[in-house]
């Protein structure tokens, strides 16, 4: 009998940093392997925090005998860990569109690669990654798994607040939960007279995982002249954030699964008041 038709619901989401005790040269799994599913990936984002340069890096597609090089590219030193240089959004990277963008699209336009069960993804990297630092691969997509197709049933908000008292302590801009959660926006408004940068990153619990850092401008959204910051929608994540979109194509969404958080540190205390503001729906 032919395969029947499997819906790609589920959501997937894996983080997966590379240390000090990481070898470049190595190939290392930055989505792996697993023989249970297929997936769809949208997604896949670096955050380098060290202050060296990884060029020519590679990246490989495995079957689980044998690593297929797809293409190089360049890691710049700190991407993702200032607020001047951006994550690497290595899902749009041209030297790989042949593959894996502009390649497949769903009915919105949103291009995705699909994954068979039992491959894997595999990254080298060059140059060293010193004591404390590291790369950290965010890679996100959907399950093939014959799921009835859900829907999201109710909504949801989440204020985090930093002032002087919180100083440099990590904050839940969005705290975990049991549920699945689609978001579609996260914003900043600050009342301090000076710019503050903040990191953000995603923790399943265990560990947590660098995404980007973003400037929160003095006085943003405390002025008629000064709008509030869009963290969702900053270029410098949008390799992550806005890569999927709903079923009018009207707004973009990033799906998070129960039990991970969405985390945000300052690096110096703010004289003021800093608000983010998280809304979306909850997959009921």
């Not at 042949?98 to 919105?108: C, E, I, R």
Request: glycine share 8%; proline share 1%.
């Amino acid at each position: 009998m032919a395969d029947s038709l499997l819906l790609s619901n589920s959501m997937y989401l894996e983080c997966i940093s590379l240390t000090a005790s990481s070898s470049s040269g190595t190939a290392y799994a930055i989505i792996t392997a697993t023989s249970s599913y297929d997936r769809r990936i949208y997604g896949i984002s670096i955050a380098n925090t060290s202050a060296v340069n990884h060029l020519t890096c590679t990246l490989w597609l495995s079957d689980g005998t044998t690593n297929y090089q797809m293409g190089k590219l360049d890691v710049p030193a700190n991407s993702g860990n200032t607020s001047t240089i951006s994550a690497v959004d290595l899902f749009t990277k041209s030297v790989f569109g042949g593959l894996l963008t502009n390649s497949m699209a769903d009915n919105m336009g949103v291009w995705y690669f699909n994954l068979p069960k039992t491959w894997s993804m595999k990254f080298t990297y060059t140059n060293t990654l010193s004591t404390g630092n590291e790369m950290t691969f965010t890679s996100f997509g959907e399950i093939y798994d014959s799921y009835n197709i859900r829907h999201t049933s109710s909504g949801f908000e989440q204020s985090a607040t930093f002032s002087s008292a919180t100083g440099t302590n990590t904050i839940d801009l969005l705290s975990s939960s049991i549920y699945d959660r689609r978001i579609y926006g996260l914003s900043s408004t600050s009342t301090d007279g000076t710019a503050r940068t903040m990191t953000i990153k995603l923790s399943n619990g265990v560990n947590s995982y660098l995404l980007y850092t973003e400037s929160i401008l003095a006085n943003s959204g405390n002025a008629t002249t000064i709008a509030s910051g869009d963290i969702f929608y900053d270029a410098l994540i949008q390799g992550l954030f806005t890569r999927t979109a709903d079923s009018e194509g009207a707004c973009y969404y990033f799906n998070l699964p129960a039990g991970w958080s969405i985390t945000g540190k300052l690096s110096g205390s703010t004289t003021g008041v800093i608000t983010i503001k998280t809304i979306g729906e909850v997959y009921g």
